[in-house]
């Protein structure tokens, strides 16, 4: 089963990170105020990023270790995908 860390660009500039089985129906939730409770204050622009794993586990180390990052070091991976 597949899982996928995103990175969600909030209105005010500041990123989501999370990880989920379905990313479009967890982004129309983040929209919709109903994906968690930073996105209903901070509500989303647009979907920034994502990475496709092949389980759970390796989706939540994932999601931490990008959470780790500062907000340039996301920017650059956010740069990085887009790029290539």
Same mark, same amino acid.
């Given at each position: 089963?597949?899982?996928?860390?995103?990175?969600?660009?909030?209105?005010?500039?500041?990123?989501?990170?999370? %990880?989920?089985?379905? &990313? *479009?129906? @967890?982004?129309?939730?983040?929209?919709?105020?109903?994906?968690? /409770?930073?996105?209903?204050?901070?509500?989303?622009?647009?979907?920034? %990023?994502?990475?496709? &794993? *092949?389980? @759970?586990?390796?989706?939540?180390?994932?999601?931490?270790?990008? /959470?780790?990052?500062?907000?340039?070091?996301?920017?650059?991976?956010?740069?990085?995908?887009?790029?290539?």
């Amino acid at each position: 089963m597949s899982f996928y860390v995103y990175i969600l660009l909030c209105r005010d500039g500041s990123f989501y990170t999370g %990880y989920t089985k379905d &990313l *479009n129906e @967890r982004t129309k939730q983040h929209e919709n105020g109903k994906g968690a /409770k930073y996105t209903k204050t901070h509500r989303p622009q647009k979907l920034a %990023y994502f990475e496709l &794993l *092949n389980s @759970r586990s390796s989706a939540m180390k994932r999601e931490r270790a990008i /959470k780790k990052l500062t907000h340039q070091q996301k920017q650059e991976l956010i740069n990085s995908k887009t790029t290539k």
